[in-house]
T-cell receptor, first 115, second 112 residues
Framework: DSGVTQTPKHLITATGQRVTLRCSPR?????VYWYQQSLDQGLQFLIQ???????AKGNILERFSAQQFPDLHSELNLSSLELGDSALYFC??????????????FGPGTRLTVT | LAKTTQPISMDSYEGQEVNITCSHN???????ITWYQQFPSQGPRFIIQ???TKVTNEVASLFIPADRKSSTLSLPRVSLSDTAVYYC?????????????FGKGTTLSVSS
């Protein structure tokens, strides 16, 4: 158990809908990272937050957005969903570095299925 | 833009040493090179990281040449439980911060 929690575990929704994925980092970790994992694209970095502020962006679509709240939990919002958004979404957290920390602790993931 | 290349798959037998190499170019010059392990239906798990030369911990060694254009993860005496996907991770510094680039992963199959 990494100490990172993600909810829900599974999510099934229809095209065009909007969903919110939630992540609680390990106790004391200030950075949260979001990743998308699909069979054809592999593990894709989406975005990093540090102590409530956006620190780095990867291949995140404009239809996707994220935020980190004062209690350090984070949410990833996916809107206007398409079939191709079906994937595993991972959240990871790391300690106190303001920059990127390559030693991250991953949650169990949320499996999103868009029908 | 940083790119990584890893073998898609490797086969081994229990007790053998396994070396998995990742080629990476245009990576952030002052950042770590990191390796992760992933089992089915689980999140990746950190194995080891290094900046240059050789790093060893209780589960693996990591070799990084001076030019940092590749790295080799070495797993000594693998067991069946080492069957998993192994990813290298590098950074690419840009205007939007440091983007994290995972390799496509190497599926290691260990047989008895």
């Amino acid at each position: 158990d990494s100490g990172v929690t993600q909810t829900p575990k599974h999510l099934i929704t229809a095209t065009g809908q909007r969903v919110t994925l939630r992540c609680s980092p390990r106790s004391g970790d200030l950075s949260v990272y979001w990743y998308q994992q699909s069979l054809d694209q592999g593990l894709q970095f989406l975005i990093q937050y540090y102590n409530g502020e956006e620190r780095a962006k990867g291949n995140i679509l404009e239809r996707f957005s994220a935020q980190q709240f004062p209690d350090l939990h984070s949410e990833l919002n996916l809107s206007s969903l398409e079939l191709g958004d079906s994937a595993l979404y991972f959240c990871a957290s790391s300690g106190g570095l303001a920059g990127v920390d390559y030693e991250q602790y991953f949650g169990p993931g949320t499996r999103l299925t868009v029908t | 833009l940083a790119k990584t290349t890893q073998p898609i798959s490797m086969d081994s037998y229990e007790g053998q040493e396994v070396n998995i190499t990742c080629s990476h170019n245009n990576i952030a010059t002052n950042d770590y090179i990191t390796w992760y392990q992933q089992f089915p239906s689980q999140g990746p798990r950190f194995i080891i990281q290094g900046y240059k030369t050789k790093v060893t911990n209780e589960v693996a060694s990591l070799f990084i040449p001076a030019d940092r254009k590749s790295s080799t993860l070495s797993l000594p005496r693998v067991s069946l439980s080492d069957t998993a996907v192994y990813y290298c991770l590098v950074g690419d510094r840009g205007q939007a911060g440091t983007a994290l680039i995972f390799g496509k992963g190497t599926t290691l199959s260990v047989s008895s």
